[in-house]
Structure formats: C-alpha cells, structure tokens
C-alpha cells in the first residue's frame, strides 16, 4: 500500500517562480521519509500541496490511494500536517487547542476529549492541559501541534522543519516523540535540511533541490554512496 503517489508535480508560483519542476515521489504506508534539500530547494511547497493548502500548477497527488483532486474530503482525513510556524491561539489552553481540531474532521466532541487526553499524554504534555499554550516552551509547543495533528487520527502525519532551530538535546528528544508515533504504524514525513536527522530517523529518503528530485533512495543507499 502506498502512502503517497506524486506524479509530474509542477508548480509556478504567481509573479512566475518556478517552485517544483515535475517530481515523482512515492512512499510506503508505515514508512518514515524524509525530504532533504537546503533552503529555497521547495520542499515546503511540496507539502503545502500535498495537505491542500498550496495549489498546484499541474500533475498528480495521492494518499492512501485518494486523489487530490477528486477526493479530497477523503484525502484530508488522512493527513495530520504539523507546520513549522506555531499557528495556535496562544492564549488557548493546550487542551482546548487539541480538542477544538475536532471541529474540522467531524469528530465528536467526547471522543475528542478522550483522544486528548491519549495524545496529550504520550506527547508528555498532560501535565500543561489547563496551562495557556503561550507558556509552553519552544519544543513542547512543536509537540503540542503533534497532538493536534494527531486528533483525528490520520495514517499520515507530515512535518515541516520539526526541529529547525532547535538544539541537538531537543532535537533528540523530538526524534523518540517521532519514532514512537511511527512504531504505532502512522507513516510519516519530514522535511528537514539537517542529513543528521534524516540519517538517525528515515528508513527512506528524496533529496531535492531547485525543484529537482535528485535522488530517492534508502538511507542505507545513500549512506553506501557517500
Ligand atoms: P523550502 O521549503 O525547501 O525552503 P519552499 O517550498 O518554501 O522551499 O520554496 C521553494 C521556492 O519557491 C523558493 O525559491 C521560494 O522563494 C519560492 N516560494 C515559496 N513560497 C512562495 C510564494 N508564496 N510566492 C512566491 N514564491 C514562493
Ligand atoms: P506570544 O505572542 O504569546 O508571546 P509568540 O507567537 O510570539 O507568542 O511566540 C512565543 C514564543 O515562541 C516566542 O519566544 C517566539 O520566539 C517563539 N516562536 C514563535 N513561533 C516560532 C516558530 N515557528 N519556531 C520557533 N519558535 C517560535
């Protein structure tokens, strides 16, 4: 079963920047993958498109075999997406954050409380349920957009930079919250530019870079030609 199919993926941004220049892309359900590429390399456009919040200019796209653009009610319920900019009302408190994501997946509201309870937990944040989100630090606020995400349970969670700008220690410690949701059989994918962490953690992995796939391959693969 393939967790995401990509097809002749191009997109053109208005004023004329060309982003992606037709990928392929395919990654196995239960896998962890990174996309590596330096900055500027369109690694964030590739999965704003993939999670409908960037239109592509032409191609294919499919998750968990639904196409994007024919089914994509279904297709979003696949996907949790954890994005690099903290996008929740700080003033919220962290378990209001995660159970008001009920409201876009159609997911009742008992269920959500009993879910956040779940992800709270494992994401060690239990403790900060009733403490506003502002007053979380740097790296609990990133695993607090990995409850949210997780909310309505999607096969599919993707990553945007998860750890960028954040020490090594940190870093570390993201990466155990990140294998213990693969282990559970979510498949997930990362955007990051460090090889270090696409090295500890993916199975499997693209480079891109100018909008250009440049190599997709195991990590072992890669690690046999360097
Ligand atoms: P990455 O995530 O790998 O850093 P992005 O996907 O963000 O790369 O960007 C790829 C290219 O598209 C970059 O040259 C960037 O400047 C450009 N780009 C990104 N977003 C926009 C936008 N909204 N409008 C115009 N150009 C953009
Ligand atoms: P508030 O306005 O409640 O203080 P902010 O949104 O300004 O909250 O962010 C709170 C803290 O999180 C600040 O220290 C800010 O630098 C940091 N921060 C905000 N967004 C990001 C981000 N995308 N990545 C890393 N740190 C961030």
């Known amino acids: 079963m393939k967790a995401l199919s990509i097809r002749g993926l191009t997109k053109t ?37 993939i999670s409908s919040l960037v239109n592509k200019t032409s191609g294919t796209v499919s998750v968990f075999g639904y196409d994007l653009d024919t089914q994509l009610t279904d297709l979003k319920r696949q996907i949790g997406l954890v994005p690099q900019e903290f996008n929740f009302n700080q003033f919220e408190t962290v378990q209001q954050i995660v159970v ?20 709270l937990k494992q994401l060690s944040l239990w403790d900060k349920r009733n403490a506003p989100a502002r007053n979380l630090s740097g790296g609990m606020k990133r695993r607090l957009m990995i409850a949210r995400a997780l909310l309505h349970e999607p096969k599919l969670l993707i990553l945007d930079e998860p750890t960028a700008g954040v020490d090594i220690e940190l870093r570390r410690s993201m990466w155990d919250y990140l294998e213990a949701i ?26 891109i870079d100018q909008g250009v796939i440049i190599e997709n391959t195991s990590i072992k693969g890669l690690l046999a030609t360097l």
């Open 13 to 49: 941004y208005k004023g004329g920047h060309v982003a992606l220049k037709g990928i392929d892309l395919d990654v196995q359900a239960g896998d962890f993958f990174a996309l590596l590429g330096p900055n500027g390399a369109g690694k964030s456009t590739t999965i704003g498109i």
């Open 100 to 119: 008001n994501q009920a409201g876009y997946y159609g997911v009742p509201r008992e269920v959500a409380k009993q879910r956040s309870e779940k992800y």
């Open 182 to 207: 693969n282990r559970q059989g979510i498949t997930i994918i990362l955007t990051t530019h460090y090889l270090e962490e696409a090295e500890s953690l993916c199975r499997n992995i693209a480079i």
